[in-house]
């Protein structure tokens, strides 16, 4: 009797052992195999690949929201009156006590150090009330003057037209030492203008 | 025969931290991660979360390679150290634009830069690949201090000479009065950066600590 | 939607105003490491410049037809990445099968190259600035005249450095780092060029 527990139990421990041997050979046959490395990275891109995703996802509406944010506050700057906001497709119309009293867009320019995101806040006759610079990346204490008011306050109660530096006839005086930055600004705002005061028109028909 | 491994394991997790935090700093001794030292180095703030993001990818880098050690083909070893650090590098840049907008704007591209940085893919080939989890986890954590601090190191002389006073997260610490009015504000440029390092590194030679070239 | 500065302005932001290491701090370890002997110095720049250039282009294609159009610009780390590391090791191998001797004189340097801050610091600068491709390219190589130009200067110097005797704790590295500092002061007097 014990010798049959006792066989049985040594056949046991060989099979164990056996299918042991046999992963750790199925193991070693996968490892050494000339595609092994290749479609190993690949397994490892795919995972890192849809982590990047997954996160994206999670993290694209935080980040969209928040941009959202600051341009309303931004806007209330330019519009102390301002109560409520509708957006638009391309702009946002500013109420205060339930009367439209202008509208904001972005403008968006190249400067010398990257790219440069403008509020724009209009009148109702299509004036400008006001800019503010929201982002920029100009060089500090030369580029970044745009977004002091000595230089934004040039902007308001300008027409289209009149937005463009003096020296190309227009009324903006630019910064010493920040040409391009200061162009860069009246251009995309003069540009954004032409484009989005006829799609304003537009609605209001 | 079990309590033998535990003690000796605990003493090696503590030895590998130690490590990297002093005989093998990254930034004074190895002389590896220059480029945010001393590009962020201009506010605490930015230090402190330049220093988070590090030991974040270190840690994560580093537990995954030492996981994948032993089914990663030699033939294609640092593609895949890169591809898991780029990883980790992304999701921290996505992470941090979401919820510190103000600490993402002021370390930029540098943020991105991580993934470059010399210590990460130094320990991943040198250690995470070569040793247990375990290990690999003290290893992060010792590197990723030694680096914080001297992060901290450089930070606080920069601002507190280039600024004359000490603005955490906001809140001002203090404000020495005299340099505050006119503070050097060299120590917040670039030159000032070099010579800060520079000085630094001379004192930890001087301490008998720096590898001699 | 790119961005409106002329090739000069780039060029010349790149090289001298924005100067890769010593305003941006990039490309630190080949010029600590390197700059002590001229030669080595002007082919660890050459191929530093050539490498940027080959990256910045390759770079900015992917970023211009395919990150922007598709809205994935946070896959750019990973894509850059694999693509630098890859083109430096195309670079490598080919240099060595058909010129030996640009081999010994540049090869060492090209696998440190690859994790180098500056190459993949100029992709990132580049879709930062919204260049389109002949900017990205003007950019590259803007910064890499830039940079091989202070490591000239800086081997120059520390060659005559070698020869005097400064206190034992500065000798090396340390007074590599003060020089450089004054370097920068120097280079920051170009700020309001432009």
């Given amino acids: ?40 990275l690949t397994i490892i891109v795919f995972i890192s690949v849809s982590m990047v995703m997954a996160v994206n996802n999670i993290t694209e509406p935080v980040i969209i929201a928040q941009r959202d944010a600051e341009i309303i506050s931004q806007a209330k700057v330019i519009f102390p009156d301002m109560d409520d906001y509708v957006p638009r497709d391309e702009y946002y119309e500013i109420f205060s006590g339930g009367e439209v009293i202008g509208y904001a867009f972005i403008a968006t320019g190249q400067g010398y150090g990257g790219e440069i995101t403008i509020l724009v806040g209009l009148n109702t006759d299509f004036t400008i009330k006001g800019i503010t610079i929201i982002e920029n990346t100009e060089t500090p204490g030369l580029g970044t003057k745009i977004t002091e008011s000595s230089f934004t306050g040039q902007f308001a109660g300008l027409s289209s037209g009149d937005v463009s ?38 609605d209001l028909e | 025969m079990t309590e033998q491994p535990q003690i000796s394991n605990a003493k090696k997790f503590t030895k590998e931290v130690l490590k990297g935090f002093v005989i093998a700093n990254p930034v004074f001794v190895l002389v590896l991660g220059l480029c945010p030292a001393l590009a962020v180095t201009i506010s605490i703030d930015n230090a402190l979360g330049m220093s988070a993001g590090v030991i974040f990818v270190l840690l994560g880098s580093n537990i995954i390679i030492s996981l994948i050690r032993k089914i990663t083909p030699q033939l294609v070893r640092i593609p895949i150290f890169i591809v898991v650090i780029a990883t980790f590098v992304t999701i921290l840049s996505l992470v941090f634009e979401a919820y510190f907008p103000p600490l993402y704007e002021s370390l930029g591209i540098y943020l991105s830069l991580i993934v470059v940085n010399c210590i990460i893919l130094g320990r991943a080939e040198a250690f995470a690949s070569k040793n247990t989890v375990m290990l690999s986890i003290a290893d992060a954590i010792g590197i990723g201090l030694g680096f914080t601090a001297a992060m901290l190191i450089v930070s606080l002389i920069r601002e507190i000479l280039g ?12 404000s020495i009065p005299v340099l505050s009015e006119y503070p050097l504000t060299f120590f917040i440029m670039p030159p000032g950066a070099f010579l800060v390092l520079g000085l630094l590194l001379a004192l930890f030679r001087w301490l008998g600590v720096l590898k001699n070239e | 939607m790119n961005s409106s500065a002329s090739l000069i302005t780039i060029f010349i932001g790149m090289a001298i105003i924005n100067n890769m290491i010593l305003t941006q701090f990039l490309g630190l370890c080949p010029f600590f ?162």
């Fill in chain 1, 165 to 202: 530096l003096t020296k190309e006839g227009g009324e903006i005086d630019a910064i010493t030492g920040a040409t391009i930055s200061s162009k860069a600004v009246t251009d995309a705002v003069q540009k954004e203008m032409e484009v989005t005061i006829p799609v304003i028109k537009g």
């Fill in chain 3, 33 to 194: 490491g390197v700059s002590k002997k001229l030669s080595n110095a002007i082919s660890m720049g050459i191929a530093v410049t050539f490498v940027m250039l080959l990256a910045a282009t390759a770079t900015s294609v992917i970023y211009n037809y395919i990150l922007v159009p598709y809205e994935i610009e946070f896959m750019d780390i990973i894509i850059y990445i694999l693509v630098i590391a890859a083109l430096v090791q195309i670079v490598e191998i080919t240099i060595r099968r058909t010129n030996i001797i640009l081999y010994n004189a540049l090869g060492i340097y090209l696998p440190l190259i690859t994790t180098n801050c500056a190459v993949l610091g100029i992709a990132l600068i580049n879709a930062t600035n919204n260049y389109s491709i002949a900017q990205s390219m003007v950019s590259a190589l803007g910064a890499g005249v830039g940079f091989t130009l202070v490591l000239i200067i800086m081997s120059g110097i520390r060659e005559r450095l070698e020869l005097g005797e400064a206190p034992k704790s500065l000798r090396g590295l340390p007074v590599a780092f003060v020089t450089a500092a004054l370097l920068a002061l120097a280079f920051m007097g170009f700020s309001g060029l432009l």
């Fill in chain 2, 163 to 174: 600024t004359g006073k000490l603005t955490v997260f906001g809140y001002t610490l203090f």
């Fill in chain 1, 1 to 40: 009797m014990d010798n049959n527990i006792k066989n049985n139990k040594n056949n046991k421990d060989i099979k164990n052992s056996k299918s042991a041997n046999n992963k750790a050979k199925f193991a070693e046959k996968i490892l050494q195999n000339r595609f092994y490395p290749l479609v190993f």
